[in-house]
């Protein structure tokens, strides 16, 4: 036998080279086009570098707007401008006048570049050509020095190209310059591109396969940097949402006999109890930043307000660092006479919150949309009448599963995750209402349950993808039980005197709840982190910016 054939022979490899030669080939292509368009600028600045602003008689078409004359000098009409997103093949052969930043720059030779206009999260691309007695060389060329995202007024001609524009929202339409000044000049090496902070993790991911790496913004970087981050249309369109919550949860409350009110946020002491609460000193006075409005909101309905709701600033010292908790957010506020029952209260949840998940899913669409591209998630699945579950029908489906809750003790985050997915396969809502809570785990002012006292309570939480958005419940209004339940919480009885009072002249039977803006927007956009639902995020380790 000879040695070849007693050689064991070596099992067949894949051949790779068709894929690397394809990741090497873009590589290349990437590379090449970089270069290309080093040369360009170099080019345009090799030819016009001998021609100043001075010597060109089409100078007043172009150039950085004086500061005197952005100092309010002449009042105009506004209406002279025109906004992108309202550019349309319509309006072909229109002079238009346009203000944004330069979201792109793209030089082509010495006598042409393209420009990305962006306002409000829409986009149009304009064209600076050379043209006799309009655009000049060094006209082409003051639109190529432009750094990105400078602010810029656009005057031109509205024309429609022959193909789709894919660089822009505004894809049918194209403005031909006539005239471009700038504004306002932003720093030609900004700490983070938008470009990066824009793109989303499937992206990034894909572009590692293919052998490219692109820049991952991180969230730390991001808020640093929060005014460059704000202007990525993920976070135009999260902040647009944030705006249309606040708005329809305004709008449903006025049309029920809610009156809006503004509650003070220094207050003598915790309006919830326990150590979460920022203290400081009020011309010699120990004072403290307001846990919630829950006590002046209840002052209010013994002022017989009735129905009284506020939109304001909550403040919580915890040293939470997880992905929902904040030491400042925005509380959603609700306080209502009952007649004889907490669940009139669960009613206004009910029918507020389907309202609202209807208004976003309606009038944010293009927000959304902006949203999922970097942020992909499901829309979130929701009744139009609220399930409604006790808390022991709750913890009755965890133990069936295998997990045990302590007796009378709070659902932990990994538990309402859980629940929140067993009700998601059993009830198919992930927006649900689990009431009757032990009463151990409820603020002061939670009434007991008539039938076990000692142990339950009159109060519920609403959970939404499994996270707990709204606390609420029927509120004591027996100033002798409402002081004998302070004391037990360890609240020094004098600080709310004033509000212990009040229920002393005669006090409504009523109820309320609480839920953070931020957190609905997080839950109802499946973020991961709240931080993407705050403007300017303050936690244990964040005052700035």
């Not at 400081?280 to 829950?294: E, F, I, V």
Request: proline share 5%; aromatic share 8%; with cysteine.
């Amino acid at each position: 036998m000879s040695s070849s054939e007693t050689q064991e022979q070596a099992p067949p490899q894949p051949d790779n080279s068709a894929a690397v030669s394809k990741k090497a080939a873009k590589k290349e292509a990437a590379k090449l086009e970089k270069l290309r368009r080093k040369q360009e600028l170099a080019a345009l600045s090799t030819t016009t570098s001998n021609l100043s602003v001075d010597d060109d008689p089409l100078a007043a078409n172009y150039g950085d707007i004086p500061l005197v004359e952005l100092q309010s000098k002449t009042p105009v009409d506004v209406n002279n401008w025109s906004r992108i997103e309202t550019l349309e093949p319509s309006l072909k052969g229109n002079q238009v006048l346009i203000r944004g930043r330069v979201q792109t720059i793209r030089p082509v030779g010495k006598k042409m570049a393209f420009l990305v206009i962006r306002e409000n999260g829409y986009t149009v691309q304009c064209l600076v050509q050379v043209q006799p007695d309009i655009v000049s060389i060094q006209m082409v060329k003051f639109a190529a020095s432009l750094s990105r995202e400078s602010i810029v007024d656009v005057e031109g001609e509205i024309s429609v190209p022959d193909s789709a524009i894919k660089a822009a929202t505004q894809q049918n339409v194209e403005v031909q310059v006539r005239k471009l000044y700038c504004v306002s000049r932003a720093v030609p090496n900004l700490p983070i591109n938008i470009e990066d902070a824009a793109r989303s993790e499937v992206e990034i991911e894909k572009a590692l396969q293919e052998g490219e790496q692109f820049v991952r913004v991180n969230q730390d970087t991001r808020l640093n940097f929060r005014v460059l981050d704000l202007r990525t249309p993920a976070n135009q369109g999260i902040f647009r949402i944030q705006s249309q919550v606040g708005n329809a949860f305004r709008q449903f409350l006025l049309s029920e006999g809610f009156v809006e009110i503004h509650t003070p946020k220094l207050i003598a002491g915790s309006s919830e109890g326990g150590a979460a609460v920022f203290r400081l000193d009020y011309k010699g006075q120990p004072a403290c930043l307001a846990q919630s409005p829950q006590l002046h909101k209840q002052m209010s309905l013994c002022g017989d307000l009735g129905r009284v709701f506020e939109i304001g600033p909550v403040f919580r010292a915890e040293d939470s660092y997880t992905h929902r908790h904040l030491c400042e957010f925005t509380g959603l506020d609700i306080e209502m006479e009952i007649k004889k029952h907490y669940f009139e209260v669960m009613d206004i949840v009910d029918r507020l919150f389907v309202t609202l998940f209807d208004s976003l899913n309606q009038n944010c669409k293009k927000e959304l949309e902006a949203v999922r591209k970097q942020y992909p998630f499901e829309p979130l699945k929701y009744l139009r009448q609220t399930l409604r579950l006790t808390y022991e029908e709750g913890v009755q489906m965890l133990k069936e599963v295998g997990i045990e809750i302590e007796p009378f003790g709070d659902l932990n985050t990994e538990a309402e995750r859980k629940l929140g997915q067993l009700v998601a396969e059993k009830y198919g809502t992930e927006f649900y209402i689990l009431y009757r809570y032990p009463l151990a785990i409820r603020p002061f002012y939670t009434m007991p349950c008539y039938d076990n006292p000692e142990e339950y309570s009159n109060s519920f939480d609403v959970f939404i993808r499994g996270e707990e958005i709204i606390s609420g419940a029927q509120r004591v209004h027996k100033p002798d039980l409402l002081e004998k339940r302070a004391e037990a919480w360890g609240i020094d009885v004098k600080t709310i005197s004033t509000y212990i009072d009040s229920f002393r002249y005669g006090a409504p039977l009523h109820g309320g709840f609480g839920v953070g803006l931020e957190r609905v927007v997080m839950l109802f956009c499946g973020l991961n982190n709240i931080r993407k639902t705050s403007l300017f995020p303050r936690d244990p380790l964040r005052l700035a910016p």
